[in-house]
Nanobody
């Protein structure tokens, strides 16, 4: 079993910055893609940014130029640096990892979610 533990959410003023972290732990052979998603109440979960094990990234248009995803493969950790935050970014953020398990080729895991609130 693999666990994803997120941290770094909170309250920030418009124009401010936050850095989210997500650390994966447990029994696994490796991690393929890691990513951040967000979900507003009553809406579908949407991709914010993802990064492969080779550090290729994919960002949503709404966050290009403001958010940067990165990862530390040695620590099985993915980060999301969020700059120039605005109230529309207020939502719960979820970490995702595509994991090569001990017996399975690919398993999908999610973190518990961390709330980001942008407000003055």
């Amino acid at each position: 079993q693999v666990q994803l533990v997120e941290s770094g959410g909170g309250l920030v003023q418009p124009g401010g910055s936050l850095r989210l972290s997500c650390a994966a732990s447990g029994s696994m052979l490796g991690i393929y893609t890691m990513g951040w998603y967000r979900q507003a109440p009553g809406k579908q979960r949407e991709l914010v940014a993802s990064i492969t094990s080779g550090s290729s990234t994919n960002d949503a248009d709404s966050v290009k130029g403001r958010f940067t995803i990165s990862r530390d493969n040695a620590k099985n950790t993915v980060y999301l640096q969020m700059n120039s935050l605005n109230p529309e970014d207020t939502v719960a953020y979820y970490c995702n990892a595509e994991v090569r398990g001990l017996v399975s080729f690919l398993d999908d895991y999610w973190g518990q979610g961390t709330q980001v609130t942008v407000s003055s």
